[in-house]
């Protein structure tokens, strides 16, 4: 076999609206990527649009010349990226390729009548129900099979408009409330997924056992994943909220099942980038679950369509006192949201500067050296570094290992010094680990009861617990248990057992990492016969690495059925059968669940199984095919448990209950531009490249060439940042990224028409951009079609307009605002009232046409000016209304030859108003009248 990396892509997407074109080619190039790669390693042929060949190629490439393997095995979707990473999520998860999301988008996010603009609520300007239909149609089609889905787990957000409450206590008791609109909705495919609960009532036995899910694969689940990323998308105004009833079940915050504060209450949910929650720490966790085949470099990829570059404060900005209410509103708006994401970067900074599991890992190998050296001078006539004729010692049954060479002033501890140093520390250590369990549990306590408290442990509370608490079923009393450490009677806890597992699991990924290259690799052999040999190493750590991975996902099943029974020790929750004490000591309650469950022999099996499949893995490696020994075991398990006292004696609470593992972090975004055009005149621009940016943030909507455009840029943008990852020359990376663009153009618009494109962007006033756009018949629809919409729905205030008179009254403000309005159902009338009825020259329509023709004038030389210019519209229509029936009391006057005073025109002028609106008013729902009824006759089945 050929040892590779596996590198494995958390993609992390939040975007907004009409972005969401960008982000499909992102995520049409990071589905073109993944599929490359697994058609590399696998052999078998990618069914590939012919178009996207030659990208398909240089990814091979690439990955080729990168020696990994490329997965996408988490996704956490926002806004935009929701309805993305969705798509992408339901291919790997369903084993079949991504729908062709060019034509998706070309077609699906237009602002016509047949699309988004068809048959919009009385709550919202687009219609969001064809939004959801055409999801449902995409994930509808994916034909796939279980034998080809791969794991994936996806998280999508929404904010829902009735935050649950939530409530918090201070130091000295005082309680209060804040509101929690976050909603997290889960879907996953894992056949391996592995849960703790009880084998049955009469034994009462809680075992690990194998609960794989297969969401994308289940129709039911995937109509909630259909709504679940509409909601998430459904800008607000835009699209009309979504009932969050039937996802209840996939919500993962908060969570349902915490019986406490009616969080099992359904919401109505809105677009989850209200918030900009960028779920970091459910991707981290979901990081921590995945299983481990190989060596493995993860990496979170936060995909956002947006530069990351604030404007400059330049000299010619406006002073404060200058600045319009348009920008104050918009900065207002957009600082919770920025307050957030800041909020998500220090959740996802803290979690990489926890480096607990460096430390754990560097002390256990440096004991690990310090035996195979003391092995090594034990036998005569060997050379300390010849791995391949190496014996194990026979007096101690270690392992020589190749021992990295010692620096100029550089000291070194061996097993012995490292162990009386754990011995020393070893009741801070106890500390510690008081500290963090009365921490955890806390915190448990406070999810199930829904009060969050903001005090700190205070020293007095751990000098309590060690003074006057019970013997301690999760932690040792004393160190003897360093010396003479045993599996069987778990005395350290879940979390020492979770480390203890990824700290032999780092190990065997780093000598995977030295056999696949260096001297040490197979194609350094100086035989065929050698290769052979270290080939069958490779496959023995593999598959020791395969089995300590299986007992990581039983220890952390434990840990996670652990923290709901304490989450649930509420007064108003949990199994009454099965109900703790919710009055008693943190430290007790641990206690309680611990020997309720019998976790120190479940644990125990967990961590005697790891040792095993650790210590079976280098023996196999050096051909030994005898069982491991006692003694050896015990002296594995001795450095792993030296190295957690040494390691986390003076840890926080956070480091010593939660694991994070190891991760790059990477941001995608169009912050770049392609080496294919000038650097200095389109450099400039940085996300303003993008269409989607302009007409706050709808500007993709309008015209498909613009989304072409964008989708485009969005494969330009992935391919410019993921080569990032595998490549690490500059010149090198240059070369092929120069590749990559020319095959993207080639295969999207050409590279002239985008020259032609960044020149049209880059004029300074996106004015001009729109004012061409309304010249043309399908701009001015458009644009009045939004706006009337806006306006509808402001003097409606929301309200649902479902009675004939209503409508009535609505297709009456249709014809002033100039729409032309036909009654379809009147298609099956011989006599055709229909047309005749809704576009003849109304009252209404000749009523506003003066204000009609000064709207359009204004708009089509500012579009920007689109509020101001309503307003102004707005007030002279009602000049309109006071002086056109003033003149048409003159016409009468005139025409009649009568004599009348002021007080005969103030009566005659609203009189013909109201006579000839109130005319138009009842023919028109006469017309709806006589169009129901017609519906209703060719609607009723036949005799």
Same mark, same amino acid.
């Given at each position: 076999?050929?040892v590779?990396e596996?590198?494995?892509?958390a993609?992390v997407?939040?975007?907004?609206?009409?972005?969401?074109?960008?982000?499909?080619?992102?995520?049409?190039?990071?589905?073109l990527?993944?599929?490359?790669?697994?058609?590399?390693?696998?052999?078998?042929?990618?069914?590939?649009d012919?178009?996207?060949?030659?990208?398909?190629?240089?990814?091979?490439?690439?990955?080729?010349?990168?020696?990994?393997?490329?997965?996408?095995?988490?996704?956490?979707?926002?806004?935009?990226?929701?309805?993305?990473?969705?798509?992408?999520?339901?291919?790997?998860?369903?084993?079949?390729?991504?729908?062709?999301?060019?034509?998706?988008w070309?077609t699906?996010?237009?602002?016509?009548?047949?699309?988004?603009?068809?048959?919009?609520?009385?709550?919202?300007?687009?219609?969001?129900?064809?939004?959801?239909?055409?999801?449902?149609?995409?994930?509808?089609g994916?034909?796939?099979?279980?034998?080809?889905?791969?794991?994936?787990?996806?998280?999508?957000?929404?904010?829902?408009?009735?935050?649950?409450?939530?409530?918090?206590?201070?130091?000295?008791?005082?309680?209060?409330?804040?509101?929690?609109?976050?909603?997290?909705?889960?879907?996953?495919?894992?056949?391996?997924?592995?849960?703790?609960?009880k084998?049955?009532?009469?034994?009462?036995?809680?075992?690990?056992?194998?609960?794989?899910?297969?969401?994308?694969?289940?129709?039911?689940?995937?109509?909630?994943?259909?709504?679940?990323?509409?909601?998430?998308?459904?800008?607000?105004?835009?699209?009309?909220?979504?009932?969050?009833?039937?996802?209840?079940?996939?919500?993962?915050?908060?969570?349902?099942?915490?019986?406490?504060?009616?969080?099992?209450?359904?919401s109505?949910?809105?677009?989850?980038?209200?918030?900009?929650?960028?779920?970091?720490?459910?991707?981290l966790?979901a990081?921590?679950?995945?299983?481990?085949?190989?060596?493995?470099?993860?990496v979170?990829?936060?995909?956002?369509?947006?530069?990351?570059?604030?404007?400059?404060?330049?000299?010619?900005?406006?002073?404060?006192?200058?600045?319009?209410?348009?920008?104050?509103?918009?900065?207002?708006?957009?600082?919770?949201?920025?307050?957030?994401?800041?909020?998500?970067?220090a959740?996802?900074?803290?979690?990489?500067?926890?480096?607990?599991?460096?430390?754990?890992?560097?002390?256990?190998?440096?004991?690990?050296?310090?035996?195979?050296?003391?092995?090594?001078?034990?036998?005569?006539?060997?050379?300390?570094?010849?791995?391949?004729?190496?014996?194990?010692?026979?007096?101690?049954?270690?392992?020589?290992?190749?021992?990295?060479?010692?620096?100029?002033?550089?000291?070194?501890?061996?097993?012995?010094?490292l162990?009386?140093?754990?011995?020393?520390?070893?009741?801070?250590?106890?500390?510690?680990?008081?500290?963090?369990?009365?921490?955890?549990?806390?915190?448990?306590?406070?999810? @199930?009861?829904?009060?969050?408290? *903001? /005090?700190?442990?205070?020293?007095? &509370? =751990?000098?309590?617990? +060690? #003074? %006057?608490?019970?013997?301690?079923?999760?932690?040792?009393?004393?160190?003897?248990?360093?010396?003479?450490?045993?599996?069987?009677?778990?005395?350290?806890? @879940?979390?020492?057992?979770?480390? *203890? /597992?990824?700290?032999?699991?780092? &190990? =065997?990924?780093?000598? +995977? #990492? %030295?056999?696949?290259?260096?001297?040490?690799?197979?194609?350094?052999?100086?035989?065929?016969?050698?290769?052979?040999?270290?080939?069958?190493?490779?496959?023995?750590l593999?598959?020791?690495?395969?089995?300590?991975?299986?007992?990581?996902?039983?220890?952390?099943?434990?840990?996670d059925?652990?923290?709901?029974?304490?989450?649930?020790?509420?007064?108003?929750?949990?199994?009454?059968?099965?109900?703790?004490?919710?009055?008693?000591?943190?430290?007790?309650l641990?206690?309680?669940?611990?020997?309720?469950?019998?976790?120190?022999?479940?644990?125990?099996?967990?961590?005697?199984?790891?040792?095993?499949?650790?210590?079976?893995?280098?023996?196999?490696?050096?051909?030994?095919?005898?069982?491991?020994?006692?003694?050896?075991?015990?002296?594995?398990?001795?450095?792993?448990l030296?190295?957690?006292?040494?390691?986390?004696?003076?840890?926080?609470?956070?480091?010593?209950?939660?694991?994070?593992?190891?991760?790059?972090?990477?941001?995608?975004?169009?912050?770049?531009?392609?080496?294919?055009?000038?650097?200095?005149?389109?450099?400039?621009?940085?996300?303003r490249?993008?269409?989607?940016?302009r007409?706050?943030?709808?500007?993709?909507?309008?015209?498909p060439?613009?989304?072409?455009?964008?989708?485009?840029?969005?494969?330009?943008?992935?391919?410019?940042?993921?080569?990032?990852?595998?490549?690490?020359?500059?010149?090198?990376?240059?070369?092929?990224?120069?590749?990559?663009?020319?095959?993207?153009?080639?295969?999207?618009?050409?590279?002239?028409?985008?020259?032609?494109?960044?020149?049209?962007?880059?004029?300074?006033d996106?004015?001009?951009?729109?004012?061409?756009?309304?010249?043309?018949?399908?701009?001015?629809?458009t644009?009045?079609?939004?706006?009337?919409?806006?306006?509808?729905?402001?003097?409606?205030?929301?309200?649902?307009?479902?009675?004939?008179?209503?409508?009535?009254?609505?297709?009456?403000?249709?014809?002033?605002?100039?729409?032309?309005?036909?009654?379809?159902?009147?298609?099956?009338?011989?006599?055709?009232?229909?047309?005749?009825?809704?576009?003849?020259?109304?009252p209404?329509?000749?009523?506003?046409f003066?204000?009609?023709?000064?709207?359009?004038?204004?708009?089509?030389?500012?579009?920007?000016?689109?509020?101001?210019?309503?307003?102004?519209?707005?007030?002279?229509?009602?000049?309109?209304?006071?002086?056109?029936?003033?003149?048409?009391?003159?016409?009468?006057?005139?025409?009649?030859?009568?004599?009348?005073?002021?007080?005969?025109?103030?009566?005659?002028?609203?009189?013909?108003?109201?006579?000839?609106?109130?005319?138009?008013?009842?023919?028109?729902?006469?017309?709806?009248?006589?169009?129901?009824?017609?519906?209703?006759?060719?609607?009723?089945?036949?005799?």
């Amino acid at each position: 076999m050929i040892v590779v990396e596996e590198t494995r892509l958390a993609l992390v997407l939040n975007g907004g609206v009409s972005l969401a074109v960008w982000m499909g080619g992102v995520t049409h190039e990071l589905d073109l990527l993944r599929r490359a790669s697994r058609s590399l390693q696998s052999g078998l042929r990618e069914s590939v649009d012919p178009s996207d060949q030659a990208c398909f190629e240089l990814w091979q490439k690439v990955m080729r010349e990168a020696r990994t393997r490329v997965v996408v095995d988490v996704i956490a979707g926002t806004s935009a990226g929701g309805l993305n990473g969705s798509l992408l999520a339901a291919a790997i998860g369903r084993g079949t390729a991504l729908p062709n999301l060019r034509d998706t988008w070309q077609t699906a996010a237009a602002l016509t009548d047949d699309r988004l603009l068809k048959k919009p609520p009385y709550n919202s300007l687009l219609d969001g129900q064809y939004f959801e239909d055409e999801v449902g149609r995409i994930l509808g089609g994916m034909c796939g099979s279980e034998r080809e889905a791969q794991p994936v787990t996806l998280f999508v957000t929404a904010t829902a408009l009735d935050g649950l409450p939530e409530y918090l206590q201070d130091s000295f008791g005082g309680r209060f409330q804040v509101a929690d609109h976050r909603r997290i909705y889960k879907f996953q495919h894992d056949p391996d997924t592995v849960v703790f609960r009880k084998t049955g009532a009469e034994c009462d036995k809680w075992e690990p056992q194998d609960d794989g899910r297969r969401d994308f694969l289940d129709d039911t689940i995937l109509d909630r994943l259909r709504l679940a990323a509409r909601a998430s998308a459904g800008f607000p105004v835009a699209f009309a909220p979504v009932d969050e009833s039937p996802l209840l079940q996939q919500r993962v915050r908060p969570a349902p099942e915490i019986p406490s504060r009616g969080r099992d209450r359904a919401s109505w949910i809105v677009d989850g980038g209200v918030l900009n929650n960028a779920p970091f720490g459910p991707v981290l966790d979901a990081i921590a679950d995945r299983h481990v085949n190989g060596p493995v470099r993860r990496v979170v990829v936060y995909v956002v369509p947006s530069s990351g570059v604030t404007d400059p404060h330049g000299e010619d900005r406006p002073p404060c006192k200058a600045t319009e209410w348009p920008s104050v509103l918009s900065t207002a708006i957009t600082y919770p949201r920025e307050a957030d994401f800041r909020t998500g970067t220090a959740e996802l900074q803290a979690r990489m500067n926890r480096e607990s599991f460096d430390r754990h890992l560097d002390l256990f190998r440096c004991q690990i050296e310090a035996e195979g050296r003391n092995a090594c001078k034990a036998r005569k006539g060997q050379s300390p570094g010849n791995q391949r004729t190496a014996q194990p010692d026979p007096s101690t049954g270690w392992w020589p290992t190749r021992v990295r060479p010692r620096r100029q002033g550089e000291t070194q501890l061996d097993a012995g010094q490292l162990c009386g140093l754990a011995k020393s520390l070893f009741i801070q250590y106890r500390r510690s680990r008081i500290r963090s369990a009365l921490w955890k549990v806390r915190q448990l306590r406070e999810e @199930g009861r829904g009060v969050r408290s *903001l /005090a700190h442990i205070r020293r007095e &509370d =751990i000098d309590a617990v +060690l #003074r %006057d608490g019970p013997t301690h079923l999760w932690m040792p009393d004393f160190h003897q248990a360093l010396t003479s450490p045993n599996c069987e009677g778990w005395v350290w806890g @879940g979390s020492v057992a979770e480390r *203890l /597992a990824w700290t032999l699991v780092g &190990d =065997i990924e780093r000598r +995977l #990492r %030295d056999s696949a290259a260096g001297e040490n690799s197979p194609a350094c052999a100086p035989n065929g016969e050698e290769a052979d040999g270290l080939r069958n190493q490779q496959e023995a750590l593999t598959k020791g690495l395969h089995d300590l991975s299986d007992c990581v996902r039983a220890i952390r099943a434990v840990q996670d059925t652990v923290f709901g029974l304490i989450r649930n020790v509420a007064e108003a929750g949990g199994d009454p059968a099965r109900r703790l004490d919710p009055e008693q000591g943190p430290a007790a309650l641990l206690n309680a669940v611990y020997k309720d469950l019998g976790l120190a022999k479940v644990l125990g099996m967990q961590v005697g199984d790891a040792i095993r499949a650790y210590d079976t893995a280098l023996h196999a490696v050096h051909g030994d095919r005898r069982p491991v020994s006692p003694e050896q075991a015990r002296k594995t398990l001795r450095c792993c448990l030296v190295a957690e006292v040494v390691a986390q004696a003076c840890a926080s609470p956070e480091e010593l209950t939660e694991h994070t593992p190891q991760f790059e972090f990477l941001r995608l975004g169009p912050d770049d531009h392609s080496p294919l055009f000038p650097q200095d005149t389109y450099a400039p621009l940085s996300d303003r490249k993008l269409y989607g940016i302009r007409l706050n943030h709808f500007g993709a909507f309008v015209k498909p060439e613009w989304r072409a455009s964008d989708f485009t840029w969005g494969r330009l943008d992935a391919s410019h940042h993921l080569l990032r990852l595998f490549i690490a020359d500059h010149q090198e990376r240059l070369h092929m990224e120069t590749k990559l663009h020319q095959a993207i153009l080639e295969a999207e618009i050409g590279e002239e028409q985008m020259r032609r494109n960044l020149k049209e962007l880059a004029e300074p006033d996106d004015s001009r951009l729109f004012t061409r756009y309304l010249t043309t018949k399908n701009g001015r629809n458009t644009f009045s079609r939004i706006v009337e919409g806006a306006l509808g729905m402001l003097l409606s205030k929301g309200a649902q307009a479902g009675s004939i008179w209503a409508q009535a009254g609505k297709t009456m403000s249709w014809r002033s605002f100039g729409r032309p309005v036909k009654l379809r159902p009147f298609k099956t009338s011989p006599r055709q009232w229909g047309p005749w009825l809704s576009q003849r020259p109304w009252p209404s329509r000749l009523l506003f046409f003066p204000v009609r023709w000064l709207w359009w004038q204004r708009i089509g030389k500012n579009p920007k000016q689109a509020m101001g210019t309503t307003v102004w519209s707005a007030l002279f229509a009602l000049a309109s209304v006071i002086l056109i029936p003033f003149g048409i009391a003159a016409l009468l006057r005139y025409l009649m030859s009568a004599k009348w005073n002021w007080n005969h025109l103030l009566l005659t002028a609203p009189a013909c108003m109201v006579v000839l609106l109130g005319l138009e008013y009842t023919l028109t729902a006469i017309g709806y009248r006589l169009s129901h009824a017609r519906q209703r006759k060719v609607e009723q089945p036949a005799e």
